[in-house]
């Protein structure tokens, strides 16, 4: 085993195990608001972190709480509305992993009940959300975590020591950032025996404060393809993960402008986010970032990537790992490739409840990641190029 394998496999274990041994103590007491598929694989890393207790469930469907409870491994009390959770004082800290039109009025909510949170990605729908909840966490102390975990990856933080912070690649100008072939994102039809509401669904809450519309079972299971729950799918659901590390490795947070095309190319029926996007993003210090999804072409293999093209080398870097090939030649220094790592991030976000410190991915840098998305869509929507606002700033 190399040496780049085993420190990254002592930080993951290190960082695991810190936790074990603290919660076996002092466990941290958990409720979760939103249930569905990310939720409880949220909730399982929280297991694998340990040291915590699964208090309460809430959401909207009662076979969504059924099986958190399974995940949880033990009794949880299950309720509709979020505000019994909140208002429970033997809850130190709530998962929200509801759509993301919710994100903001929840967010808030926890804070004002004095819970930490976790809060998926996208952080918001809208760009001056992000403002209320950074207010909200500030005035009331909280400790969050927003959902783009690449920052809570060893092979992640390794690779920016390695080539970024070392500079070893050099001066950055270009980043290409590449999610193809994402099944999640189609226009899928939802399953069948769900043309009449399930008995158990209170519909009118998964819609939160949006006008009430009858049930519609696509809505339900493929709320990604509608404006109304999601920040266009292919950029709240996908570039928000990467332009998360390009603001991460880069120092950067904010783009001068940008300009998004695209259109909905495969299965209109129905549906108004975009299923073929590309778009260009201007940074300052001479940086430009490029991102491109499609769901026309479904082979996974080389679907995905972030591209860092700089004057010493290039580095490409997603889950799956990273690789290296530096310009010219330079001695000692060949391709280096590495394979992926555990997911701490749910860990890094228990420990930070403890330590009362900063998390990987805070308030803040959730905000920008998510507001790079906005500037996107809005140039989307409007197929013009949109130029940074001041008013976006915190």
Same mark, same amino acid.
Request: a positive charge; glycine letters at 8%.
């Given at each position: ?17 810190? $936790? ?41 469907? #009662? ?13 949880? #009390? ?15 800290? *709530? ?8 994100? !903001? ?5 926890? !804070?004002?009940?004095?819970?930490? $949170?976790? *809060? ?16 909200? *966490? ?44 994402n099944g ?21 809450? !998964? ?32 570039? *928000? ?18 300009? !998004?095309?695209?259109?909905? @190319?495969?299965?209109?029926e129905d ?11 201007? @940074? ?12 026309? #072409? ?22 799956w790992g ?45 905000? @920008? ?26």
């Amino acid at each position: 085993m190399n040496s780049t394998v085993t420190r990254r496999g002592f930080v993951g274990a290190t960082a695991a195990s810190a $936790l074990r041994v603290q919660g076996a103590n002092d466990r941290i007491r958990l409720g979760i608001i939103g249930s569905g598929g990310r939720g409880r694989y949220l909730m399982s890393q929280a297991n694998k972190a340990g040291g915590i207790q699964w208090v309460a469930v809430c959401d909207a469907w #009662d076979v969504q709480r059924d099986r958190a409870e399974k995940t949880a491994g033990a009794p949880m #009390d299950k309720y509709e509305d979020y505000r019994r959770v909140l208002d429970r004082k033997d809850i130190d800290a *709530v998962i929200i992993a509801t759509w993301d039109h919710a994100h !903001c009025a929840l967010a808030v909510a926890a !804070c004002q009940a004095g819970k930490d $949170l976790f *809060v998926e990605k996208p952080m918001t729908l809208h760009p001056m959300e992000g403002h209320k909840i950074v207010k909200a *966490v500030r005035e009331h102390k909280r400790i969050m975590q927003v959902g783009t975990q690449q920052r809570s990856y060893p092979h992640f933080i390794e690779a920016k020591e390695k080539f970024i912070d070392s500079g070893l690649i050099g001066k950055v100008t270009m980043v290409r950032s590449i999610w193809n072939a994402n099944g999640a994102y189609r226009n899928q039809k939802p399953p069948e025996g769900y043309e009449t509401k399930p008995a158990g669904m209170n519909w009118e809450i !998964c819609q939160a404060h949006l006008p009430k519309i009858p049930w519609h079972p696509k809505r339900y299971f493929n709320h990604y393809v509608y404006w109304d729950y999601s920040t266009n799918a292919q950029m709240g659901g996908l570039f *928000v993960h990467m332009v998360d590390v390009i603001h991460w490795y880069l120092k950067v947070d904010r783009p001068l402008m940008a300009m !998004c095309m695209g259109g909905i @190319y495969l299965g209109k029926e129905d549906r108004d986010t975009a299923d073929n996007i590309n778009a260009i993003l201007e @940074y300052p210090r001479d940086l430009l970032v490029t991102f491109e999804a499609n769901v026309t #072409d479904m082979i996974r293999k080389q679907g995905e990537d972030i591209v860092f093209m700089g004057t010493g080398g290039r580095l490409s870097i997603f889950r799956w790992g990273y690789s290296f090939l530096p310009a010219g030649e330079k001695p000692g220094v060949g391709e280096q490739t590495s394979g992926p790592s555990p997911e701490l991030h749910v860990a890094n976000w228990l420990e930070c409840i403890r330590s009362r410190r900063k998390t990987n991915v805070d308030e803040e840098a959730g905000h @920008y990641s998510a507001m790079a998305c906005h500037i996107c869509n809005i140039s989307y929507k409007e197929r013009r190029s949109v130029a940074w606002k001041k008013e976006w700033d915190l």
